[in-house]
């Protein structure tokens, strides 16, 4: 069995009209997303990267040891997902921008790709990143 990383990225959201929430009611689920909840809302996920988890542990390490970086992208291991937002992107972008010199090729197309994303959050920060271990 071969296991997998997957970043995938919020490409839009919709209120569920299959959601029983009766019409008189619709104010509040238009309310609840104004201020940040998710009543009826479906999040949908596009990909955007993928990797090997091995290949996955090994390019995490070349982030700086004991750095809050790290220990953000370790929880993929440690919990199986993650959640990138814009509270994460300075930190990780710093981050990965400083391990590229010690990267090998595929792991710094791999941060080029992570630092495409962290922007698209930077400029809308509505979107994130879910990241998950995937057992194939």
Same mark, same amino acid.
């Given at each position: 069995?071969?296991?997998?990383?997957?970043?995938?990225?919020?490409?839009?959201?919709?209120?569920?009209?299959?959601?029983?929430?009766?019409?008189?009611?619709?104010?509040?689920?238009?309310?609840?997303?104004? *201020?940040?909840?998710?009543?009826?809302?479906?999040?949908?996920?596009?990909?955007?990267?993928?990797?090997?988890?091995?290949?996955?542990?090994?390019?995490?390490?070349?982030?700086?040891?004991?750095?809050?970086?790290?220990?953000?992208?370790?929880?993929?291991?440690?919990?199986?997902? *993650?959640? *990138?937002? $814009?509270?994460?992107?300075?930190?990780?972008?710093?981050?990965?921008?400083?391990?590229?010199?010690?990267?090998?090729?595929?792991?710094?197309?791999?941060?080029?790709?992570?630092?495409?994303?962290?922007?698209?959050?930077? $400029?809308?920060?509505? *979107?994130?990143?879910?990241?998950?271990?995937?057992?194939?």
């Amino acid at each position: 069995m071969s296991e997998t990383v997957l970043f995938s990225q919020l490409c839009r959201k919709f209120v569920d009209e299959n959601d029983d929430t009766p019409a008189q009611a619709q104010q509040v689920v238009y309310y609840s997303l104004a *201020i940040g909840h998710h009543l009826g809302v479906i999040d949908c996920l596009q990909p955007a990267l993928s990797c090997p988890f091995d290949a996955y542990r090994n390019w995490i390490a070349t982030l700086e040891a004991g750095s809050d970086a790290r220990r953000k992208m370790e929880g993929v291991p440690r919990y199986g997902e *993650i959640v *990138i937002d $814009q509270n994460h992107v300075t930190m990780l972008a710093r981050a990965f921008d400083a391990a590229l010199a010690g990267q090998n090729a595929e792991q710094q197309a791999w941060s080029r790709r992570l630092l495409n994303l962290l922007q698209a959050i930077q $400029q809308e920060p509505a *979107i994130y990143v879910m990241v998950r271990r995937l057992h194939d």
